[in-house]
């Protein structure tokens, strides 16, 4: 049976103080992404989710950094699918304050400096942690 791919797209956002965007879903830490809109780009979706998860604004998308795939069950479809997410670096001013979107379940967010996230992700999904050794592969040395 082929599962639907589900398009989506999120965001690694670095604050000024060098420091990493996570938010908490379900049970793990995460990265803010969703589900493309409709006539809506992938860029644009990035944008839109991170600010609409994080209460971040006025992003600048840096990026384009890789594409992650996992399935899960969607309960609004009724069906397992694999969510295909396009994740872009991203950047913003100063250090601004965070408004978990608690209708998504989120249910903490914070500012974490890159010398702890691998310890901050140890029990994170796969996907995830793929994409963020991708991010630090990309980091200027």
Excluded at 83 to 94: A, D, F, L, Q
Excluded at 120 to 133: N, Q, R, T
Aim: charged share 25%.
């Amino acid at each position: 049976m082929q599962l639907k791919i589900i398009q989506a797209g999120g965001g690694l956002v670095l604050n000024e103080q060098n420091e990493l965007l996570f938010i908490f879903r379900r049970g793990s830490w995460d990265l803010p992404k969703g589900k493309v809109d409709l006539g809506e780009t992938i860029e644009a979706c990035a944008l839109r989710e991170v600010e609409e998860e994080t209460g971040v604004r006025n992003l600048t998308l840096i990026d384009f950094l890789g594409i992650t795939q996992h399935q899960y069950f969607d309960p609004y479809l009724q069906e397992e699918v694999i969510k295909e997410s396009h994740w872009y670096t991203m950047s913003v001013k100063g250090v601004p304050a965070l408004i978990p979107q608690t209708e998504e379940d989120i249910t903490d967010i914070k500012w974490v400096p890159l010398t702890e996230v691998n310890e901050l992700i140890a029990d994170a999904y796969a996907s995830i942690k793929e994409i963020i050794g991708l991010f630090f592969l990309k980091q200027p040395q």
